[in-house]
């Protein structure tokens, strides 16, 4: 199990967004990285920083290949925020193609890299609000089972459904990578109870967004919310859950990125300590 953390926290936020792709100092996530005791950065593809993505490129994939090398970080997962911007529900069918069609392009950009999962986020603006949103998410994850297999890439959904409509959704999309990202912090925002979320879908969790937030309001630092990781952890090992925990915590006012980084990783390894015990 490798504790890592979204890319864009280990620097300060650019263009005051609390999380995007940090075009300008991108290169010096890996050391920080490396000097917080994490194992692996997920890394974002949006809006902000597509033309700048060096995972866009053969020569940028080639330079955090040779970053991953330098400070023993690993590059595994790949947050598509792009899809915050650019939804994939709600919209056109000639504007479903092109996006459908963006990540596609996508995964084949992240096999190139070796990297074994997009999250793709349905919360928000791009969330599944209605029957025909359903409708068009199976029918675009159901098309891409082939590629899923030529890539070996999984597709992890991030949305805010109930539990039991994003069960009914996973039923309708049965490919082995077709899986759950669990945001912890997302979940006690919304109010669900993490033992009849895991009983819904558990075995479908392919990684963990480790957040905490208050119930219908934002984030906050680890411990501090409404997040019950006891029952997030207790259903973790019952379901055997073997993944990657990633660090998505709340920014810090006052502290460094590196220390409040470390911090983090202290607050999660003890946390994580609990699923290894008999």
């Known amino acids: 199990m490798k504790l890592g953390i979204m890319q864009g926290r280990l ?16 290169r010096e996530e890996f050391a920080v990285a490396a000097a917080a005791g994490l194992d692996t950065i997920e890394w974002i593809y949006d809006a902000y920083g597509e033309d700048l993505n060096p995972i866009g490129t053969d020569e940028g994939i080639r330079a955090i290949e040779r970053l991953c090398s330098a400070h023993q970080i690993q590059v ?14 709600g919209i056109g069918i000639e504007a479903a193609r092109e996006r ?3 990540l596609s392009w996508l995964m084949l950009r992240c096999s190139s890299l070796g990297i074994n999962r997009i999250v793709i986020p349905f919360v928000d603006g791009s969330a599944i609000k209605t029957p025909g949103d ?18 070996n890439v999984e597709l992890h959904l991030e949305t805010d459904l109930s539990p039991a409509n994003f069960a009914n ?7 082995p990578h077709v899986k759950v990202n669990y945001d912890s912090g997302n979940s006690a925002s919304l109010g669900y109870r993490p033992f009849e979320e895991f009983a819904a879908y558990g075995r479908r969790v392919g990684s963990v967004h480790l957040k905490d937030r208050r119930l219908g309001a934002g984030t906050v630092p680890l411990g501090s919310g409404d997040t019950d990781f006891t029952a997030v952890f207790e259903s973790l090992k019952a379901v055997r859950y073997s ?3 990633i660090l998505q915590a709340a920014r810090g006012e006052t502290e460094g990125e590196l220390e409040l980084a470390r911090k983090n990783v202290r607050v999660a390894r003890q946390m994580i300590q609990c699923l290894r015990a008999p």
């Open 134 to 151: 359903s409708d068009a998410v199976a029918a675009g994850l159901n098309a891409l089972s082939e590629l899923m297999d030529r890539s």
């Open 100 to 102: 459908w069609n963006r």
């Open 11 to 26: 620097v300060p936020p650019e263009a005051q967004r609390f999380q995007s792709f940090p075009r300008e100092r991108w």
């Open 243 to 245: 993944g990657d925990f």
């Open 169 to 175: 959704l996973l039923a309708r999309t049965p490919h």
């Open 76 to 89: 595994e997962s790949v947050c598509a925020d792009w899809f915050m911007d650019y939804p994939l529900v």
